[in-house]
């Protein structure tokens, strides 16, 4: 069974609503912000961030994207990924990762510059330019 590893209203969001949309089982891990900056989990985690998720053998998949593009692959029957290899799977790889990598990165930003700066003035300045001219 997979395990979600979930801290409430994060990004791990996106994750939990797709394993329900594939109706397969799965456990919810509830952390807190504290769990998720602890050093133990960087095991499950490399980056210290969630979603993570972990598999029946002992793995840990990290990163929106990839988790998405696993979870998708790994279960055809409920038809949310376009046939691996054609061309729109392609273009869904091309949407999945700009979101992943810079909507995503930049709401982060936006929101909570100061996991990027180790002080405010430099939190002021990061998310100020996240927010454009
Ligand atoms: N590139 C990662 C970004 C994940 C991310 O930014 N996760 C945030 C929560 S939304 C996190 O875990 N932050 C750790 C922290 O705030 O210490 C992905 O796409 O999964």
Redesign the pocket.
């Given at each position: 069974m997979y395990k979600l590893y979930n801290?409430k209203a994060?990004?791990?969001l996106a994750i939990h609503c797709l394993l329900e949309e594939l109706e397969v089982p799965y456990t919810n891990i509830w952390m807190t912000?504290d769990q998720?900056?602890a050093p133990e989990f960087l095991a499950i985690s490399p980056?210290?961030?969630?979603?993570a998720l972990g598999l029946d053998d002992g793995r840990s998949l990290?990163?929106?994207?990839a988790i998405v593009s696993f979870l998708v692959v790994a279960h055809p029957e409920r038809g949310l990924s376009p046939k691996t290899g054609s061309g729109d799977f392609g273009e869904f790889l091309s949407w999945l990762h700009f979101m992943?990598?810079n909507l995503?990165?930049t709401n982060?930003i936006a929101f909570?510059g100061s996991?990027y700066a180790s002080d405010p003035a430099q939190d002021a300045f990061i998310t100020a330019r996240a927010w454009g001219p």
């Open positions: 801290v994060w990004g791990s912000g998720v900056r980056l210290g961030q969630i979603p990290f990163e929106s994207a992943s990598t995503y990165m982060n909570g996991i």
